[in-house]
């Protein structure tokens, strides 16, 4: 271990801080509406199955080599294969966590912006105005110093819990948040389900439609069970080096993901209730959180109430993560370069910050950085780091395990504090395979589709059709 590492406080405290990095908003809006328009619950079969057979081994592997080293992403690979290109990929790790939270700050300034419209009734003239909605988000993200303002907003909370450290800032934070965000859904969920025609709702979430069930949606499945467990950036590698060697880190991965998946279902029980009772469309994907729910709240009795509620769990999912994805470059400074924690939070939270503006100005403000792509610097930062740097790390994470550091000694590390059970290598080498080629199709289809127009599971499916 490395003299005065920092530790968690208690095994809740790392299983509530490693499912708020997973918990993010993309489990409140993004899975609800993949779920509902590509097979509703045969949409959550395939994408448990994948949960289990990419998720799974993943996660445990990132854990495993964090608290094996007791280091970040950049030191735990170049502890294990030192002097080798390995440390490469705990830097992609690192620039990816960098390239995340500048574009995911300026989403947490929007949520932060409508928390506060929620809580003072901004949302009142909106019933039944999906147009006015529309309008005014587009005004907030377009205009070009009140995004900016709630971003820096948003990123000082951010590294204000960072500079508190693991136990008095991540933990701690992680412990009152995260069963904050459980009891806020549940209330949501149950308030859905007594309004009239809520129930349609779980019909259109959970309802088994194979019919729906494309390559396509496949591959989408594949591809949001990786992301949403927050890996291939070095989170987890990263959390897992503050774990001390008592702990069960399969146990604490299947936690981990247990949590992360009950909070999408819950999410989406509490959104299309919500929706289906007020008659307002399903079908509008992230345009249901800006959009439609403000239209949708204040039509229920209490609505100013039901939109806060609502907002401050999305503020509080957003901020889980970021914190999460911080530490990472954080943790990088703190272990490599041997800068203290106060120094290496503020200094290059301030740097992605400003990164960030330049994401936010991009939509609106004429700075697009990224015209080559044809896409704004916002989505260009997103594209990147989503379509290519999460999946090569992972890939290259688990390629690392199987042919780098070894089977052998990676499951001593994994065995201890299992108290004596006993893993099956051919178990973690088939997992860990079946991880690998999962992520490497993911890459090669969004390869194939930005150079020929035409993804290989559209091929597949039209020629299976």
């Known amino acids: 271990m490395s003299n005065g590492r920092e530790q968690w406080g208690t095994r809740l405290g790392f299983i509530l801080a490693a499912s708020g990095s997973a918990v993010g908003i993309g489990n409140i ?26 998720g799974l081994p993943i996660i445990v592997g990132e854990f495993v080599l964090g608290r094996k080293t007791q280091l970040s992403p950049v030191g735990a690979y170049d502890q294990i294969a030192p002097g080798s290109f390995w440390k490469w990929v705990g830097f992609l790790g690192v620039a990816s ?26 949302f009142e003239a909106l019933v039944d105005d999906p147009e006015g909605a529309g309008t005014m988000f587009n005004g907030i993200i377009t205009s070009t110093w009140e995004p900016i303002f709630w971003q820096v907003i948003f990123m000082a909370f951010c590294i204000w819990v960072i500079v508190n450290g693991v136990k008095g800032g991540i933990e701690k934070w992680s412990r009152i948040m995260m069963p904050l965000i459980i009891v806020i859904l549940v209330v ?14 779980l019909v259109f979430l959970f309802k088994p439609r194979f019919a729906d069930l494309s390559a396509s949606a496949i591959v989408l499945a594949l591809g949001h069970a990786f992301f949403t467990l927050s890996l291939g950036m070095g989170t987890m590698i990263t959390y897992g080096s503050y774990l001390d060697k008592k702990q069960s880190l399969i146990g604490s991965a299947i936690w981990v993901i247990l949590l992360d998946t009950a909070i999408a279902i819950l999410a989406g029980i509490a959104i299309f209730t919500t929706v289906f009772a007020m008659g307002a469309d399903p079908a509008e994907g992230p345009g249901l959180i800006f959009v439609v729910l403000p239209t949708v709240f204040p039509q229920l009795a209490g609505g100013t109430i039901w939109a806060s509620l609502f907002f401050i769990l999305l503020f509080m999912a957003a901020l889980t993560s970021a914190i999460s994805i911080l530490e990472v470059v954080t943790a990088y400074f703190i272990d490599q370069k041997g800068w203290d924690r106060g120094r290496a939070t503020i200094i290059f939270g301030s740097v992605i910050t400003v990164v960030g503006v330049f994401c936010s100005l991009s939509l609106g403000g004429g700075i697009n950085l990224s015209a080559f792509l044809n896409m704004t610097f916002f989505d260009f930062m997103d594209y990147l780091s989503s379509k290519y740097m999460l999946p090569i790390g992972g890939m290259f994470m688990a ?9 052998p000694e990676f499951l001593i590390e994994l065995e201890t504090g299992m ?8 178990v973690v080498r088939i997992l860990l395979s079946i991880s690998a080629a999962v992520v490497g199709f993911i890459i090669l289809n969004e390869i194939v589709d930005k150079i020929i127009g035409r993804s290989i599971s559209d091929i597949l499916f039209s020629a299976s059709g």
């Open 29 to 54: 809006w993004k899975y609800p509406h993949m779920a509902g328009q590509n097979g509703g619950a045969a949409f959550t079969l395939v994408y448990l199955i994948c949960i289990a057979l990419v």
């Open 97 to 122: 966590a960098f390239v995340i939270l500048s574009f995911y700050g300026v989403v947490g300034g929007w949520i932060l912006k409508y928390t506060f419209a929620s809580i003072t009734g901004g």
């Open 188 to 201: 949501l969920a149950i308030r859905g389900l007594t309004l009239p025609n809520g129930k349609e709702g």
């Open 399 to 407: 390629i690392f395990i199987l042919y780098r550091w070894g089977l």
């Open 419 to 426: 108290d004596g059970y006993k893993v099956n290598h051919w």
